[in-house]
């Protein structure tokens, strides 16, 4: 009986460890992520509202997203048509050579196929109805992925220059055209979040 008494103890006290440490774990103060994924979602009381931008820089954005996707479509269906670029083939620029080379795959996946699913994803957080959301996540998430194709973007040209020795012009636009969104968003976004302003800040011209 001692032995049945001992053992009934020493469940009832590790069941009593188990729930503190739960109860520790909910009372911990949360992590980096899981503090900025709640401000994202709630933002403080004392938080700026998302600031509605000028009316031209959604539109700039739209249409430059465009102008990615269609490039993007093209170099894709090109390469699995095996279909030859309208690009030069002599020189530096020779698009063949930069398209077939082993660069032109990451992770498995050609590059241009990267780029095509990358510029769909942009279409569907460039739409006007996007833009006008009060959801800082859905912006916030715009900036984050113009970041990632930017830094995805030096990679490629780094690997042209000082691995292949040749670009491609077509590719060379897909380039471009992030990097002006990469400029447009780091330009909006975190004013229209008012990171690094006040709550008394006054945002009028901003939407003009």
Not at 87 to 99: D, F, H, L, P, Q
Not at 150 to 155: A, G, H, K, W
Not at 157 to 167: C, F, P, R, T, Y
């Amino acid at each position: 009986m001692d032995t049945a008494r001992r053992e009934r103890t020493t469940r009832r006290e590790r069941a009593e460890l188990q729930s503190q440490a739960a109860k520790a774990r909910q009372e911990a103060s949360p992590g980096l992520f899981s503090r900025a994924t709640a401000y994202l979602r709630k933002p403080p009381p004392d938080a700026l509202e998302v600031v509605e931008p000028a009316r031209w820089r959604p539109i700039v954005a739209l249409v430059l997203t465009i102008g990615g996707l269609g490039v993007s479509t093209y170099l894709t269906v090109a390469h699995y048509s095996h279909t030859p670029l309208a690009c030069s083939g002599s020189g530096i620029v020779n698009c063949e050579k930069v398209t077939t080379s082993a660069q032109s795959i990451f992770l498995g996946v050609p590059v241009a196929l990267w780029g095509l699913l990358f510029y769909v994803a942009m279409i569907a957080v460039n739409l006007p109805v996007a833009w006008r959301s009060t959801d800082r996540r859905i912006h916030a998430l715009r900036l984050a992925m113009t970041v990632v194709g930017m830094c995805f973007v030096l990679y490629l040209v780094s690997a042209e220059l000082l691995i292949i020795g040749n670009i491609c012009l077509w590719c060379t636009s897909v380039h471009a055209i992030t990097f002006l969104l990469f400029v447009l968003m780091v330009a909006t976004v975190p004013q229209m979040l008012g990171w690094g302003a006040s709550a008394t800040q006054p945002s009028h011209g901003w939407t003009r």
